[in-house]
């Protein structure tokens, strides 16, 4: 299978060195974007199919056609690399970022180009400090061989909020206040950082950029699906015999994952795959055959998100997993708006209750009216997830849920 | 915003500047859509969701305080969707809300019991121990804060960031954990802290001076003007008089600023809005003379008697007062003192005593409501070192005073400085600390007594209306004018002379 941003990771150990990695064609990418005018590289990322790998799957050279040209805003523009890797499940960018640090780099070098920015930023996860390290060290030896004259790089930390990767709260954060997520329009595109029109792409997203430039547009839509160019990395986690990155074609079958990753563990059967993170509904052995792209497994009715994987066997208890999940986004819910700061710990509260035994004849229906109660009237994506999630599970696992109430409730 | 065009709300064709917010345009409509984080003054952070309305075309319920009209629009508030989602709001707000209404001083004009009532009405379902957190804490002089009772809206810290910018409140924690605290180091003592209690939805930030005082629904209110400084900010006051044994026996309960987008907006200042402790204490209620002794007079003889001993003290006669009178009590002012006593030394300025801090948000130095009143018909004012010059010479034989305490001008020389004139008059709702110097008191009512305008500092002139029956024989001040130049008028030609 064609793997582009890990094409090395197997043979090059040394992948990170900026000597290593120009030896195999690294940097070339830019030097051609630079060679071309602003429009002419857009243009090339519009063929491309480039969607955003983060989890929205917004067309990337599309989000970069609506940052407004010099002529009608002038002044600064910036690109943010949104390196906040925080959804559990997730753990790509930070093999990516150590792996192969140049080839965000390059990215966001040509990003800026593309939309004219001068100054970037890789907003990193307060928790990756070796990969905060490896990034250093890169942006100093491209600093070191002149790589960065037309656009500067500089990191900054998070402070342990999971929110804070959803781009306009990653904003938020970066001006110095609470990670509250702000309600488009205006889209970050527009005003974004300091109000200034901002580019913000995930590390996967800008890190295909390099070989789109090389390769051309056309040669990257043609490796994935119908309007899903290129390929996807996803974090394969939990109960499979080996867990780790696996980087597909988009469109590839969710069972083709499964088997890279050597299956169920131990032959046990499979109860679920979430495909996306956490936050993502499952899917069910029913469902292996789906294609993963951004629009078919939207069909399937849950989310290709950030890639992040998770397999659960059939010793999984869906109460418990929901619980697991609501539990994360009662902690991790910005506290903005009150559906998802007050409806996510009352259903992590409920669920605790069933997992203790004392759950009650109401509790399922109730569980599912919360949800729906929240999904599609908060500010942000956490919220709709919040709303999500629980109702997921008690739809696909009546079972496990009704027995929580049926045989121990009181 | 734009030019304006025609939208559907709840299937009503109405008209709206283009642009404007749909909860706005539905208000002026007549038709209130739930809300509670967005304040017209204070923006619309969109955090409570409670303004969930249907736009036809939108695939999930939008907020109306984030929507803007559009030409050709159709919002509906009141659909089962819309209303459900409103609803669904309102029950997740009131997960953690503490529920204790029955200790509650915002019961009774709480955003929470009203959309209950009003969109609410369901079981509740929850099963779960409430969370808690600080509900005791002395946010400053004023203003305490419960943190239980919070729902985040972040209109308090919105009014401490873009308002007063003093930004002593903050939200802190995340999610569930979140509450409102003060900023480390800080209290909330800005001139304005008063106001984050109007603007809480809910009981989270209530008055320290009307804690467990008296319920809000015995309160009767009253439209008027706030008397502190020049700016005559537009204000209600309620009063308490249908439950006389609460609220310590106070008849003013509290003041509350009203909406004037021209004058004050939504605010007003804590010396206004805290300045009524004592408004019926230390109070004048009889017509009294004191000299030889203390006399109880009708103000039909006191008149008589007073209009004497005024016009035979001719140009020896000097009148202090205040920009506390209405336009009303001017008038009058200067057909007593004016057109027929002749008198020709006038001292209400400001200095020193009437002056204090001013601002760029409201308060201004002048802390009298009404000086351009007196301006305005021609008046000028001596100075007060001038008045004292002529108090110690003998030249004053009869002195006026209305509604101005001379104490806080010249100090201990007040007494003194009183005795040397013959005849002294007091004239105002309070006695004062020298009102037993007087050679006589004439209760006059305070000005949630009376009705009357007044003319601020952009000659703006305001009703102010009564709140509240007078106290004793207390007469407005224009009306005793009236009653001594009545005196004056019907006195015989041979004693003029």
């Not at chain 1, 600093?143 to 938020?172: C, K, N, P, Q, V």
């Not at chain 1, 700061?341 to 997992?355: D, T």
């Not at chain 2, 004239?427 to 009357?452: C, F, I, M, S, W």
Request: overall charge neutral; hydrophobic content about 35%.
């Amino acid at each position: 299978m064609t793997r582009i941003l890990t094409e090395h990771f197997d043979t090059e150990p040394e992948l990170h060195e900026i000597d290593v990695y120009r030896r195999l064609g690294g940097y070339a990418g830019l030097s051609k974007a630079l060679g071309m005018s602003r429009a002419e590289v857009v243009a090339e990322v519009v063929k491309s199919n480039l969607r955003g790998l983060g989890g929205a799957g917004f067309p990337t050279g599309g989000k970069w056609q609506t940052v407004p040209g010099e002529d009608k805003v002038p002044g600064p523009r910036y690109v943010v690399a949104n390196a906040d890797e925080s959804e559990p499940g997730c753990f790509k960018d930070r093999v990516l970022i150590t792996r192969a640090p140049h080839q965000l780099l390059e990215g966001v070098l040509i990003a800026a180009h593309a939309i004219g920015a001068k100054e970037t930023f890789i907003f990193i996860r307060g928790e990756y400090q070796n990969q905060y390290d490896v990034l250093a060290r890169a942006i100093a030896q491209a600093d070191a061989a002149g790589f960065t004259a037309h656009a500067s790089i500089a990191l900054m930390r998070g402070a342990g909020a999971y929110i804070s990767g959803l781009d306009t709260a990653l904003l938020e954060t970066m001006e110095g206040k609470k990670a509250w997520p702000r309600q488009p329009p205006p889209f970050p595109t527009v005003s974004g950082l300091m109000g200034r029109p901002t580019v913000v792409n995930n590390v996967e997203t800008l890190s295909m950029l390099p070989s789109i430039m090389v390769k051309g547009g056309e040669w990257f839509a043609k490796i994935g699906s119908p309007k899903n160019g290129g390929t996807v990395v996803f974090s394969v986690s939990g109960h499979v015999e080996q867990p780790g990155i696996y980087e597909v074609p988009m469109g590839s079958k969710l069972r083709d994952v499964l088997t890279l990753a050597g299956g169920v563990r131990g032959g046990r059967k499979l109860k679920c795959v979430i495909p996306g993170g956490t936050s993502m509904p499952p899917l069910l052995e029913k469902d292996l055959d789906i294609a993963l792209d951004f629009d078919a497994i939207r069909a399937a009715g849950t989310f290709l998100g950030a890639g992040g994987m998770i397999v659960l066997d059939e010793t999984a208890d869906a109460v418990e997993v929901a619980h697991n999940i609501e539990r994360f986004l009662a902690h991790e819910s910005c506290g903005q708006c009150t559906p998802c700061r007050e409806g996510s710990f009352w259903s992590e509260e409920i669920l605790e209750r069933m997992l203790e035994g004392k759950g009650e004849g109401e509790d399922v229906r109730n569980l599912a009216r919360i949800g729906e109660n929240i999904t599609g009237k908060v500010i942000c994506a956490l919220g709709d997830t919040v709303g999500m999630v629980t109702r997921a599970y008690i739809s696909k696992f009546p079972e496990d849920f009704n027995k929580r109430v049926a045989t121990d409730g009181s | 915003m734009g030019h304006r065009v025609k939208f559907k709300l709840n299937g009503r064709e109405l008209e709206a500047p283009e642009g404007q917010l749909v909860i706005d345009a539905a208000k002026e409509a007549g038709v209130e859509i739930p809300h509670y984080c967005y304040h017209p003054a204070l923006g619309n952070p969109g955090n409570c969701r409670m303004c969930l309305v249907e736009v036809a075309g939108a695939p999930k319920p939008q907020a109306s305080c984030r929507t803007s009209v559009r030409p050709g629009m159709e919002v509906k508030s009141d659909s089962d969707a819309a209303k459900r989602a409103q609803a669904s709001a309102l029950e997740l707000h009131l997960v953690n809300h503490p529920l204790d209404c029955p200790v509650c001083d915002q019961a009774g004009e709480c955003g929470l019991q009203d959309y209950y009532m009003k969109i609410g009405r369901y079981q509740s379902q929850v099963r779960e121990d409430k969370q808690h957190k600080e509900k005791r804490i002395a946010a400053g002089p004023h203003v305490m804060l419960d943190q239980e009772r919070c729902i985040l809206c972040t209109r308090c810290t919105r009014f401490v960031d873009n308002v007063t910018q003093t930004h002593e409140l903050g939200i802190f924690q995340r999610g569930h954990a979140e509450r409102i605290e003060l900023a480390p180091g800080m209290i909330l003592d800005n001139a304005y802290s008063g106001n984050v209690v109007d603007i809480c939805p809910v009981g989270a930030l209530t008055d320290r001076d009307f804690r467990y005082k008296v319920r809000v629904w015995y309160l009767d209110h009253t439209d008027s003007v706030c008397p502190g400084c020049e700016r005559g900010c537009n204000i209600s006051v309620h009063t308490n008089t249908q439950r006389t044994w609460h609220n310590d026996g106070k008849r003013v309960a509290r003041l509350k600023p009203r909406h004037n987008h021209e004058v004050n907006g939504y605010w007003m200042c804590d010396e206004g809005r805290y300045g009524i402790a004592d408004l019926d204490a230390d109070r004048l209620g009889k017509v009294l003379s004191l000299k030889p002794q203390k006399t109880e007079m009708s103000w039909e003889a006191m008149a008589s008697e007073l209009a004497g001993r005024l016009q035979s003290a001719g140009p020896g006669l000097a009148v202090v007062a205040s920009g506390m009178l209405s336009n009303e009590d001017w008038a009058a002012y200067k057909a007593l003192f004016v057109d027929a006593l002749k008198v020709g030394k006038h001292f209400f300025s400001p200095e020193p005593d009437q002056v204090g801090e001013g601002d760029s948000l409201l308060r201004r130095k002048i802390k009298t409501a009404n000086l351009r009143g007196a301006e305005a018909l021609g008046l000028r004012s001596g100075s007060f070192s001038e008045l004292e010059t002529m108090l110690e010479s003998g030249r004053i034989k009869a002195l006026y005073v209305i509604e101005r305490d001379l104490y806080r001008i010249y100090g201990d020389k007040a007494p003194s400085l009183l005795s040397k004139a013959e005849a002294t008059v007091l004239q105002g709702p309070n006695k004062g600390p020298l009102g037993d110097h007087y050679t006589y008191r004439l209760p006059a009512t305070a000005y949630v007594e009376e009705e009357g305008h007044f003319t601020n500092f952009e000659g703006k002139v305001q009703a102010y209306r009564k709140a509240l029956e007078p106290i004793g024989e207390s007469r407005p001040d224009w009306a005793i004018f009236t009653l001594l130049l009545k005196a004056l008028e019907t006195r015989p030609k041979a004693v003029l002379a």
